[in-house]
Nanobody, 127 residues
Framework: QVQLAESGGGSVQAGGSLRLSCAAS????????VTWFRQPPGKEREGVAS??????????ADSVQGRFTISLDKDNNKYTVYLQMNSLKPEDPALYYC??????????????????WGFGTQVTVDS
């Protein structure tokens, strides 16, 4: 059973940085996709960044390209997926989730394609 647990959220000034972590375990195959989604208050969930666990190929939403970086550390079938967020803007606050699926990532972020979700970590930005 895949399990995901996010950490690292908090409050930061606009222009500041935060690093989120997602502890992921229970993968049975070699190719999986882990994606960070976010859901601002009153808005729909949106994909932010994805990483393929086999190739480490990455994909980013236009809104975060150049500011956010997704990366992973692997230890057997356990992963820690990081989201380094720099130059945070007033539009970035949200509940950030990591999600996983048992096939490779693509350039689009469809939440319905992900079977496994964490509980989220809150990010706030003080302007």
């Amino acid at each position: 059973q895949v399990q995901l647990a996010e950490s690292g959220g908090g409050s930061v000034q606009a222009g500041g940085s935060l690093r989120l972590s997602c502890a992921a375990s229970g993968f049975s195959g070699s190719t999986n996709c882990v994606t960070w989604f976010r859901q601002p208050p009153g808005k729909e969930r949106e994909g932010v960044a994805s990483i393929n666990t086999r190739s480490a190929a990455t994909y980013y939403a236009d809104s975060v390209q150049g500011r956010f970086t997704i990366s992973l550390d692997k230890d057997n079938n356990k992963y820690t997926v990081y989201l380094q967020m720099n130059s945070l803007k007033p539009e970035d606050p949200a509940l950030y989730y990591c999600a996983a699926r048992a096939f490779s990532c693509g350039s689009t972020f469809y939440a319905r394609l992900y079977s496994y979700w964490g509980f989220g970590t809150q990010v706030t930005v003080d302007s």
